[in-house]
């Protein structure tokens, strides 16, 4: 907007620049661009939809749906199904994205999220970065995990894969996730997740970084005979909602493919629906 002088300062100066320090009492004269329309197109795509109204929906994405279009998916992803599912979406926080605050990846399950409306799209940006969106995944690991811990490790772009993320010490940005252990034997173990941060793959990355990968991971583990994917699975999402402040909590069970995998390992599965996170924070800390 500033090369293309649509914003213009409203007193004297030598220079300006996108560098420029706003002072305060300086006035600037700000002429807004026509909206972008959106380019992505509306696709009927069946979405299994936990809730909705008329500021936000909260989906339960299954395995192998893309969320986004990318590189090698321009198209069939949840955002398509999204725009032919809710039309008004298009443009709320942006073009490439609508509604979306938060992404799951292709691999893993469970519940997102999206915005409806720019004052939604705003309060849930403002809750994630506040750490009031809350976020609890499932997850099957490999080896045996000791009761509960805490990760805190920064996680950077991988060094040489660029696909990848890893932990960079002296890169990285702040990422934390804390774990329960709800079951475990010498082969794997049953956790519950809960992400403090929400860095791109960082359950992921953290596990393998503790030598536990979560299960069926081929990027950042070595696979499964036993899981045909990440047995990853974004199990509870609870936040305010951004028209009431009242504070709503959804879960969504594991798929099929999770049941089976558990069976598969010898654990009996919870009682999922009464698993409570314990507010207690844990002493354990890598890194």
Known sequence: MIEKGQVVPQFQVKVFKAGLTVQ??????VTLPAS??????????????????????????????VVHPGAGNPDQTLMNALIAHCPNIAGVGGVQRPGLVHRLDKDTS??????????????????????????????????????????DAPIGRHASARKKMAVRAETGKNAVTHFHTLLSNEEASLLH?????????????????IHHPILGDRVYGK?????????????????????????????????????????ALGFKAPAWKKLVWETKKSKTKED
């Open 24 to 29: 305060v009492g300086q006035a600037y004269q």
């Open 193 to 209: 997740l809960k992400l403090e941060t929400g860095r791109t793959h960082q359950i992921r990355v953290h596990m393998d970084f």
């Open 223 to 263: 696979g499964s005979d036993k899981a045909d994917r990440q047995m990853l699975h974004a199990f509870r999402l609870s936040l305010q909602h951004p028209r009431t402040g009242i504070t709503k909590s959804y879960t969504a069970l594991p798929p099929k493919d999770f049941l089976v995998c558990v069976k």
């Open 36 to 65: 972008a329309k959106p380019t992505m197109k509306a696709q009927a795509i069946d979405l299994d939809v936990i809730f909705e109204d008329k500021d936000i929906l909260v989906i339960n994405k299954p395995v192998g749906l």
């Open 110 to 151: 469970g519940l997102l999220v999206v915005a409806k409306s720019d004052r939604a799209y705003k309060s849930l940006v403002r809750q994630l970065k506040s750490r009031k969106l809350s976020r609890e995944y499932l997850g099957l690991v490999k080896g045996k995990v000791e009761a509960k811990g805490t990760v």
